[in-house]
């Protein structure tokens, strides 16, 4: 998924997902601010341009409009893109919410008492205080089943039943702050991402229509739109960003040859260093994209061969990939309602990268096999490591990666 | 916290009070219908200061009231979250105490009691320290930090705390030692 502004369609093939869950993920991201969103109504002309915007961007090869029969037939099409400006900002807002949360119960300041009758399941709050009280006892009634209310302790530990008042409230404690302890460790990586990123600009991709004339355009010209400069520069007319310079990235294991990077190869052109901030998790990116550049003429009919044949199974890998990033921000989703689960999809999700790994490792040391320059360009990479957010994947590697190859040891 | 502000309200006036002292009439009104009073917005009417502007009566058709529209100053007593004052214990009870800052009644539920104070139930139901050096009880005054409001259209009610810093029994009750 290399383009900004996607298909939701195209977003639920690739994810093997089924569009209304899909469609209701995106509505929520859209709320929490995550993702723009953009509804247009559309003919089927109007797809066909998109089309060809990504097809442009992507493969740069000519791609005609047809124009055949114009349906006048108007779909309305969703579009979505990751809202960069704003991503950071919101999961650095959230995070600190969360802590918050749980400082607050942990301190047991400011937090108003809610109470529920056992028998009508009825809640209420402090503020109904005044119309629970009963001059009969000292405690709540219900105003319905005039049942003794119980106080709802703190939302985030559970209650504790069967201990005196004492050990309850200090379990409670326990729990909070063992929750707390956890949540800092978990998210340790994403802070750690954040900090890397939240210097640099945003990535500017401009609305959808800007964006689909800018790649449209780039094509015949063979020049760059402005606003997308750095998106296109995939196709064979990327100019060299000026603040990316000579970074390059030890990424190798995850992407692993995608269409695109292919087909790019085989035109023996050379591929545009993406910047760090457009590497996501899941996405099918070549070395080259990585930032490892590649002496293209030379390797042109080695990486041919053997891109055809990594075509099919990396294909399936791209899905994969895809299925953890969105399986990624589902989990961080998840992470607000309930932080215990984390750990246990963590696991699961750093074990899925193993698997992998096996094949990005023979695609690299083929690579290796065949030219001294590989070696070298490597060795700078090493130097720089920005990495886009969601890299669980990537961290996980890097540290069994070391075991293997010294030359890509941390300079 | 208590504000000085100008209201604005249409008084309805029965003809039997025309006459030399219509205006008296209407300013004693308006002091016996608006005193006392609580209005979301503004808070507790506690008390009106003076009548600024009278304006023309309009004649309602079908009866013979006249609605004067009247201005006036009045303080206004409105409690704020995160607001700090001094009450005076009402009530208290197994799941915390009532106390009232004169208009307003406000809760502080149990939960934010400070740990070490416990419910003693009894003659003269009280929280009081281990040591039993501090005791709430029926008209203590206490120190309170409101913090949350519920505003209806004519009613103001509290919650508040007492766990903070600086915050609890400012003295007892002359009775209690």
Redesign the interface.
């Known amino acids: 998924m290399l383009q900004p502004w996607v298909r939701e369609e195209d977003l639920a093939k690739a994810l093997k997902l089924h569009s209304k869950q899909l469609r209701r993920i995106l509505r929520f991201f859209e709320e929490e601010k995550l993702v723009t969103r953009v509804h247009r109504k559309e003919n089927a002309k109007g797809t066909k341009q998109h089309n060809a915007a990504a097809a442009a961007a992507n493969d740069g090869q000519p791609v005609t409009n047809k124009e055949g029969e114009v349906k006048v037939k108007m779909h309305t099409h969703s579009y979505c893109c990751l809202d960069y400006a704003q991503i950071c900002d919101v999961i650095r807002y959230r995070i600190h919410r969360m802590k918050k949360k749980l400082k607050d119960e942990l301190d047991?300041?400011?937090?108003?008492?809610h109470?529920i009758c056992p028998s009508c399941n009825k809640r209420y709050s402090?503020?109904d205080?005044?119309q629970l009280?009963s001059f009969t006892d000292?405690?709540?009634h219900c105003e319905i089943c005039n049942g003794e209310?119980v106080?709802e302790?703190d939302k985030l530990a559970s209650e504790e039943t069967g201990d005196g008042d004492d050990n309850g409230?200090k379990r409670r404690r326990e729990k909070l702050k063992d929750k707390q302890q956890r949540i800092e460790e978990e998210l340790k990586p994403l802070v750690a991402q954040l900090d890397r990123v939240k210097n640099l600009p945003a990535p500017e991709f401009g609305s959808l229509q800007t964006w689909e004339r800018a790649n449209i355009g780039a094509f015949p010209n063979g020049d760059l739109g402005a606003a997308d400069s750095s998106r296109n520069s995939q196709g064979q007319y990327g100019t060299p960003m000026p603040y990316i310079g000579e970074t390059k990235f030890e990424f190798y294991i995850l992407g692993d040859g995608v269409k695109e990077g292919a087909e790019s190869g085989k035109n023996g052109s050379e591929l545009k260093v993406l910047p760090p901030w457009m590497i996501k998790d899941g996405m099918n990116l070549t070395k080259e994209q990585r930032g490892e550049t590649s002496n293209a003429s030379k390797f042109d009919e080695n990486s041919e061969v053997k891109d055809d044949k990594k075509q099919d199974s990396k294909d399936d890998q791209s899905i994969q990939e895809e299925y953890i990033k969105a399986y990624y921000e589902a989990l961080k989703k998840k992470h607000d309602e309930a932080s215990n689960k984390v750990k246990t999809e963590g696991d699961i999700h750093i074990s899925d990268p193993q698997s992998e790994r096996q094949l990005g490792k023979k695609y690299k040391r083929e690579d290796e096999d065949e030219g001294i320059e590989w070696e070298e360009q490597q060795h700078t990479g090493n130097t720089t490591e920005t990495y886009k957010l969601a890299d669980l994947n990537a961290e996980a590697q890097e540290s069994g990666d070391d075991e293997d190859d010294n030359e890509w040891e941390d300079g | 916290m208590f504000f000085h502000i100008v209201l604005e309200r249409n008084m309805q006036l029965h003809p039997r009070h025309f006459g030399p002292h219509l205006r008296d009439k209407l300013v004693s009104k308006l002091i016996k219908d608006v005193e006392g009073t609580c209005s979301g917005r503004h808070g507790f009417v506690v008390a009106i200061t003076g009548v600024e502007d009278v304006g023309k009566g309009l004649i309602r058709e079908g009866t013979g009231f006249v609605t004067f529209p009247v201005k006036y100053q009045c303080v206004v007593f409105r409690p704020f979250k995160g607001e700090i004052l001094e009450a005076v214990v009402t009530m208290v009870n197994k799941m915390g105490f009532f106390a009232e800052a004169g208009p307003v009644q406000i809760f502080v539920s149990n939960h934010l009691i400070p740990d070490d104070m416990e419910f003693q139930s009894g003659d003269v139901p009280n929280y009081t320290t281990s040591d039993g050096s501090v005791k709430i009880q029926k008209e203590s005054e206490v120190r309170l930090k409101i913090i949350g409001t519920r505003v209806d259209a004519t009613e103001i009610f509290c919650i508040g705390t007492i766990k903070d810093d600086f915050l609890g029994v400012i003295s007892d009750p002359g009775a209690a030692v």
């Open positions: 047991s300041r400011n937090t108003i008492q109470y402090a503020f205080a005044l009280v000292e405690y709540f209310l106080a302790s409230r």
